[in-house]
């Protein structure tokens, strides 16, 4: 039986930009650029962007960014649908996927799943990077560290990633493949 997938996602964007953050004591997160993002379950030809493990489509639908909002559009349908933040997306399935926007400061968004379930290559969460994403112990960051002070901004410049402690800190470039150490936390990036 073959899957129907309309036209609005036939022919999807381009792949996103795809990169991991493994950042010490907290886990490992896909970091994805672009506005448009593929969901569905993880398969051997891992087709989507953001792949789950779980009873899903191998293509259940798209995240797109739209300005400060981020729709839902299932593969079955061409009608996108604004997802709230907390919300969790309309996917027919076990796994329970959840859209949060934690800092009102900043366009970009985490993806969560409910346990048992995983991402793909075993992430932790998933970002949709627009400007930028904060890493720190505090409600309104992305990635949420446990027993860290320090507050990361992290964003991307053209083809680098820069970081720094706090607002007013100087941005240090995190390159591919190499450990930055700030006071009290250390992370790796990858191209994924």
């Not at 907390?86 to 959840?98: E, K, N, V, W």
């Not at 400061?105 to 930028?132: K, Q, T």
Request: charged share 20%.
């Amino acid at each position: 039986m073959s899957e129907q997938v309309p036209d609005s996602l036939s022919n999807p964007s381009p792949p996103a930009m795809r990169w991991r953050l493994w950042v010490d004591g907290c886990g490992g997160f896909l970091l994805l650029g672009g506005d448009a993002w593929s969901v569905g379950a993880v398969s051997h030809c891992d087709s989507a962007d953001i792949g789950v493990r779980a009873d899903w489509p191998r293509l259940a639908g798209q995240i797109r960014r739209q300005d400060d909002d981020y729709l839902w559009i299932e593969s079955a349908s061409s009608n996108p649908v604004l997802i709230s933040d907390g919300q969790t997306l309309p996917i027919p399935g076990s796994a329970a996927m959840t859209l949060t926007k934690p800092s009102p400061l900043c366009r970009s968004a985490r993806l969560n799943l409910s346990p048992p379930h995983r991402f793909a290559d075993h992430m932790d969460g998933v970002v949709l990077v627009a400007d930028a994403l904060l890493i720190g112990p505090d409600s309104d960051c992305h990635i949420r560290t446990g027993g860290v002070e320090d507050r990361i901004v992290l964003t991307r410049r053209n083809t680098d990633w820069l970081a720094r402690v706090g607002l007013t800190g100087e941005f240090t470039q995190l390159s591919i493949g190499n450990r930055l150490t700030f006071p009290s936390l250390t992370m790796t990036l990858e191209t994924a």
